[in-house]
């Protein structure tokens, strides 16, 4: 039983390993700083501003002050998980880490690598709790398709730069749809929220992601982060 545990584990990684490479070796100048944008958290805080815009549109300042309680514990839950009890657990390092002899075989963008550790993905974790959070909470499907989209090209960057493997962004979203739908349920249970048939505005965070994603393409032509 043992050598089959070694044996799955053995191909998961090395899978793993295949998967970024196929990801993080094809690259260029301009992407290379367009992913390294789309990364930084940051470079997102207009379409966190936008989804604060919606919820005070159309929340008693009861509900937000709860609401945004709730979304702030997701990204402590989560984070107070990643760094106080998996990664060190686990201690699975980063591809890009200078210990890991993958890391000679990654592209590495401005000279970033992270931390040692990256199992799971705290990037992943806090876009997929955020969007899935918000889709609890608004239910509307077309800014559900967004924001999902959103996470997902942050996965990607992710990847892009060499600093996570697809299993530690996977095991990040776990976390974080799971976080989301905790804290979600406790606070329903707290503030008694029932989702509006209507809202105010639903739609200016996808205005804003579409804005910001224009922004980052148009950015590699005038700089270049190497």
């Not at 050598?3 to 998967?19: F, G, N, P, R, V």
């Not at 937000?64 to 990643?82: K, M, Q, R």
């Not at 905790?182 to 503030?191: A, D, K």
Request: include cysteine; hydrophobic fraction near 50%; glycine fraction near 6%.
């Amino acid at each position: 039983m043992t050598e089959i545990i070694t044996d799955i584990y053995q191909w998961a990684d090395s899978t793993d390993a295949t998967m970024l490479l196929a990801v993080n070796q094809h690259h260029t100048s301009y992407w290379d700083t367009f992913m390294w944008l789309c990364s930084h958290r940051f470079a997102w805080i207009p379409l966190y501003l936008s989804v604060l815009y919606v919820l005070v549109r159309n929340f008693s300042w009861r509900t937000l002050l709860l609401c945004l309680a709730a979304i702030g514990l997701v990204f402590l839950f989560t984070d107070a998980l990643n760094s106080q009890l998996i990664r060190p657990n686990i201690g699975r390092l980063r591809p890009s880490n200078l210990n890991n002899p993958l890391s000679h075989y990654v592209h590495i963008v401005d000279n970033h690598r992270g931390g040692r550790f990256g199992f799971p993905s705290a990037h992943s974790s806090n876009a997929w709790g955020f969007a899935f959070f918000l889709a609890l909470l608004l239910r509307r499907r077309l800014l559900n398709w967004f924001l999902a989209g959103w996470a997902l090209l942050l996965c990607y960057s992710r990847l892009y730069l060499g600093v996570h493997y697809p299993g530690d962004l996977l095991a990040g979203m776990l976390l974080g749809v799971l976080s989301a739908g905790l804290f979600y349920y406790i606070f329903v249970r707290v503030s008694h929220y029932q989702t509006p048939t209507e809202l105010k505005h639903p739609y200016v965070p996808i205005v804003v992601e579409l804005v910001l994603l224009a922004a980052f393409l148009i950015a590699p032509i005038f700089i270049t982060i190497t």
